[in-house]
């Protein structure tokens, strides 16, 4: 079975400038969520998709946004790019009918802010 | 709302030595508590999970964690490292009714020293 994957692996922009990211999750998996990985923040929260629909949401701003398609298939775009932006970001599939579900991680996104 | 503490940002502990990092957590619902490891360039891998019953978890690569109510702490430990087990590590909890929204601690490098 294949892993989550996540792409590009690595992305290099300016700010002002916007970027979309990508997340395949594993097959038959309906949920996808997003986090944000920083240095001596850890992992925050973003957003989660199930089934098309954002089912939860972190305290980020509006810049940083995301959908999900029918086959579940994610995209997590953030417009007006910060400096503070750097990140790696993560992506996490699941079943998504339980809570406590172990989660499945891709490699990430490497964005660098510039 | 629900948070995670992790008490250490490094460790450093040398081979065959027993470890034990710190996690505390803070939330006022009942909660189920995780513990991820991600190895340089890749993804978080579940290590071991407290949903309910025993305190006493036993997860993979011959890690365990005790689950203290009392004293709303999560300690993940391992009798014996090893230069593999070199790795940051995680600390998650989640509850009922939130799908898959996870909090997740800061995060405690682990380095195991020949």
């Not at chain 1, 959908?67 to 932006?85: A, C, I, K, P, Y």
Request: glycine content about 10%; some cysteine; charged content about 15%.
């Amino acid at each position: 079975k294949a892993g989550v994957t996540q792409t590009p692996r690595y992305l290099i922009k300016t700010r002002g400038q916007q970027v979309t990211l990508s997340c395949s999750p594993i097959s038959g998996h309906r949920s996808v969520s997003w986090y944000q990985q920083t240095p001596g923040q850890g992992l925050q929260f973003l957003f989660e998709y199930f089934s098309e629909t954002q089912r939860n949401k972190g305290n980020f701003p509006g810049r940083f946004s995301g959908r999900q398609f029918s086959n579940s298939r994610s995209e997590m775009n953030v417009s007006t790019l910060e400096l503070g932006d750097s990140a790696l970001y993560l992506c996490a599939s699941g079943i998504g009918t339980v809570t406590n579900e172990k989660l499945f991680f891709g490699s990430g996104t490497q964005l660098s802010v510039l | 709302a629900q948070s995670v503490t992790q008490l250490d940002s490094q460790v450093p502990v040398f081979e065959e030595a027993p470890v034990e990092l710190r996690c505390n957590y803070s939330s006022s619902v009942s909660v189920y508590l995780f513990w991820y490891v991600q190895y340089p360039n890749q993804g978080l891998q579940l290590l071991l999970k407290y949903l309910s019953g025993s305190t006493l978890v036993k997860g993979i690569n011959g890690f365990e964690a005790e689950f203290n109510k009392s004293q709303t702490s999560f300690h993940l430990r391992k009798p014996s490292v090893h230069i593999s087990d070199t790795a940051e590590y995680f600390c998650a909890v989640t509850s009922a009714g939130t799908g898959n929204q996870f909090y997740f601690g800061t995060g405690t490098s682990l380095t195991v020293i020949p």
